[in-house]
């Protein structure tokens, strides 16, 4: 497929050819002449690398209007969560879940980490689901699946344990956690390193997803000081965003020498931290420029769509990396970058790019740039996957009258 005068990244414009699943050319417009068969006109629109999303919760999604009034901060959303989850039938959390990720996919997400929840009420019927819905949704997308469980160390942590086991056997991807939910932090990421080093599995914990001065993110430093073989990732991170500029620095730099990534989710973060601190109140994200200054791969998302955590998430890419520029200070490139290339590259997926060799997974925007593209967010969007269009949606303006003393 040869894809006619875009707009890339840099403001340039291009011809680029697809040939399969790679991206095998990319000339200045007009550089590949001549008619083809399959051809697309890009004019008017910035053409990106796809997106990805590398912390969703689609056994949570879409279910925002189930409570009379939305929780107050995280501790209330897990309570009332955890009450709603017991009465879910695996049927219907595939229906939400394929239905929240089909929509990820309209607004240019090719690739996708979910966590999903493992444990009492819920036990592995979420699992089941998303298990089936990754397979299903294989040709349209790379959809990896997270057992999540709290808590997981002691006697406490046992029947967890076990089902997080047993989800791990029944084909889960990646081991998940949540250490600061748990009485022993320490002893819930050794639960989880000990289960992905067994299994060959990589590890996404929810790290620090509080304000706290603890940093829980130090205990998975230490405990990987040795080394560690699987892709461990560290999402949310908030606590860090609090510390001196001193810790800062120090424990992104000891981050990045451990290799461990970190995600950042400002969507959800921005709605659940820092309620009820009136003055100066805190953003609740990571210390970003600390980590990006060190090196570390930061990847970001806005991590829920319309559930009890976020009852506004939308699933939005563009979205997520206008909240990176505008809560998290990033220029508009970086913000991208975090959403696109960065969160491919901690999904252990091949490296997103317009250019020569890279993945023909891309996202056309109806926009002159990208910073346009990320202050509209238009859903006027064509989505490529493996060098094929997936997913279209076409966006009609009308201007029904006339301004002027002359109309």
């Known amino acids: 497929m040869l894809l006619h005068d875009a707009t890339l990244p840099d403001g340039s414009k291009a011809e680029v050819r697809l040939d399969g699943a790679l991206i095998s050319e990319v000339r200045p417009a007009g550089g590949l002449a001549g008619e083809e068969a399959d051809s697309l006109d890009l004019s008017g629109y910035v053409l990106l690398p796809a997106p990805a999303e590398p912390h969703a919760h689609l056994d949570k999604a879409l279910t925002a209007e189930r409570v009379d009034a939305q929780p107050g901060d995280l501790n209330a959303a897990i309570e009332a969560w955890h009450a709603h989850r017991a009465d879910l039938r695996e049927e219907e959390i595939a229906r939400r879940a394929e239905s929240t990720a089909l929509i990820a996919l309209a607004r240019g997400t090719t690739a996708l980490r979910t966590h999903v929840d493992v444990g009492e009420g819920i036990e592995l019927r979420a699992v089941g689901a998303l298990v089936a819905v990754r397979d299903r949704l294989r040709p349209l997308m790379d959809i990896q699946v997270v057992a999540l469980s709290y808590p ?142 060190a090196g570390v791969l930061v990847a970001g998302w806005i991590v829920n769509v319309q559930d009890f955590f976020h009852p506004l998430g939308c699933g939005d890419p563009l979205q997520t990396a206008a909240l990176l520029v505008l809560a998290g200070q990033l220029d508009v490139h970086t913000a991208y970058r975090l959403v696109s290339e960065n969160a491919r590259a901690m999904m252990g997926l091949p490296g997103a790019g317009v250019a020569p060799g890279a993945p023909a997974d891309l996202v056309a925007v109806a926009a002159g740039s990208l910073q346009e593209a990320l202050s509209t967010t238009t859903e006027d969007r064509v989505v490529f996957r493996a060098g094929r269009v997936v997913s279209r949606t076409s966006v009609v303006r009308q201007q029904l009258e006339r301004g002027g003393s002359d109309a």
Request: proline share 8%; with cysteine.
């Open 152 to 293: 997981l160390a002691g006697p406490a942590g046992a029947e967890n344990r076990a089902l997080v086991r047993a989800a791990l056997e029944l084909g889960v991807d990646v081991v998940g956690g949540a250490p600061h939910i748990d009485p022993d932090p320490a002893g819930h990421i050794e639960v989880c390193l000990g289960l992905a080093d067994e299994f060959e599995r990589p590890v996404d914990l929810h790290m620090d997803e509080h304000l706290r001065p603890s940093v829980d993110l130090a205990d998975m430093v230490r405990l990987m000081a040795d080394g560690f073989p699987q892709p461990v990732t560290a999402s949310h991170c908030t606590s860090l965003g609090m510390q001196s500029a001193e810790v800062q620095d120090r424990l992104a730099g000891e981050v990045a020498a451990a290799g461990i990534a970190v995600v950042t989710c400002p969507g959800t973060n921005l709605h659940l931290l820092g309620r009820g601190v009136r003055t100066g109140t805190p953003r609740g994200l990571t210390a970003l420029p600390a980590l990006l200054s």
